[in-house]
C-alpha cells in the first residue's frame, strides 16, 4: 500500500459531463502530481502542486484543471468531456518537489466516458 | 526532446532467464533515472533508480545500468520469476522550476515469465 488514496476508483459518465476526482497524499508528502495513462499513450505527465501551488504543468488539456487544497488533499476537475478522455488517472505525492524525490502512486480512478 | 524511448513493448522469459529492458532519452538535463513496476490493477511503483554520476545500481535480483555517453540506461532483472510478471516503465526526471520535477516515462514493457 502506497499511502496514496484515490476515489473513486471508478467512473462512469457521458460526453459534455464534468467530473472530480479526488486525491489524499501520503502523511507528510507535500507535493501531489497528476498523470493520465491510456493504452496508447502510456503515463502522460499532466500538473504538478507543491503545498497549495502549481509547480509544473504538462500535457493537461484546457478542459482540465486541478487544486491542492490546504490539507494537501488534491482534485482534478475534467470538464467538456469527450470519449478520448477515457483513460486511468493516477495520483502521486512526494516528500519534496525536487527532482529525485520518489514518487508513490495511488491506484488510480479508471474514467470511462460514454 | 522530453521524451524516453524504452523497448521492447513486450518480453517473454523463462523462469530463471535474464529480463532486460531498455530505455534512451535525448535530453542532458535529466538527472534521475527511476524504473517503475506496475501489476494490473494497481499504480506504478518505484523499483530501483539511479543518479547520472552511476554506471550501475543493485537491488537484490535488480540491476540498473547507465551509459551516460550513449544516454541509454536499462533495467536488468536476474533469476527471473513468475512474479516478475508486470509491465515496467522507465522514467527520467527534470527540474522544471524553483526545484519542481517534471517525470517523464517511458511507453512501458510488458514483461512476462513463463514457468
Known amino acids: 500500500d502506497s499511502g496514496v488514496t484515490q476515489t473513486p476508483k471508478h467512473l462512469i459518465t457521458a460526453t459534455g459531463q464534468r467530473v472530480t476526482l479526488r486525491c489524499s497524499p501520503r502523511?507528510?508528502?507535500?507535493?501531489v502530481y497528476w498523470y493520465q495513462q491510456s493504452l496508447d499513450q502510456g503515463l502522460q505527465f499532466l500538473i504538478q502542486?507543491?503545498?497549495?501551488?502549481?509547480?509544473a504543468k504538462g500535457n493537461i488539456l484546457e478542459r482540465f484543471s486541478a487544486q491542492q487544497f490546504p490539507d494537501l488533499h488534491s482534485e482534478l476537475n475534467l470538464s467538456s468531456l469527450e470519449l478520448g478522455d477515457s483513460a486511468l488517472y493516477f495520483c502521486?505525492?512526494?516528500?519534496?518537489?525536487?527532482?529525485?524525490?520518489?514518487?508513490?502512486f495511488g491506484n488510480g480512478t479508471r474514467l470511462t466516458v460514454t | 526532446q522530453q521524451q524516453v524511448k524504452q523497448s521492447p513493448q513486450s518480453l517473454i522469459v523463462q523462469k530463471g532467464g535474464i529480463s532486460i529492458i531498455n530505455c534512451a532519452y535525448e535530453?542532458?538535463?535529466?538527472?534521475?533515472f527511476p524504473w517503475y513496476q506496475q501489476f494490473p490493477g494497481k499504480g506504478p511503483a518505484l523499483l530501483i533508480a539511479?543518479?547520472?554520476?552511476?554506471s550501475e545500481k543493485k537491488e537484490g535480483r535488480f540491476t540498473i545500468s547507465f551509459n551516460k555517453s550513449a544516454k541509454q540506461f536499462s533495467l536488468h532483472i536476474m533469476d527471473s520469476q513468475p512474479g516478475d510478471s508486470a509491465t515496467y516503465f522507465c522514467?527520467?526526471?527534470?527540474?522544471?522550476?524553483?526545484?519542481?520535477?517534471?517525470?517523464?516515462f517511458g511507453q512501458g514493457t510488458r514483461l512476462t515469465i513463463n514457468p
Open positions: 502521486a505525492s512526494s516528500p519534496n518537489r525536487a527532482s529525485g524525490s520518489p514518487l508513490h
Open positions: 502523511s507528510g508528502d507535500l507535493s
Open positions: 502542486y507543491y503545498n497549495g501551488e502549481e509547480r
Open positions: 535530453n542532458t538535463a535529466f538527472d534521475y
Open positions: 539511479i543518479r547520472p554520476d552511476v
Open positions: 522514467a527520467a526526471s527534470i527540474h522544471v522550476i524553483q526545484g519542481a520535477q517534471k517525470l517523464v
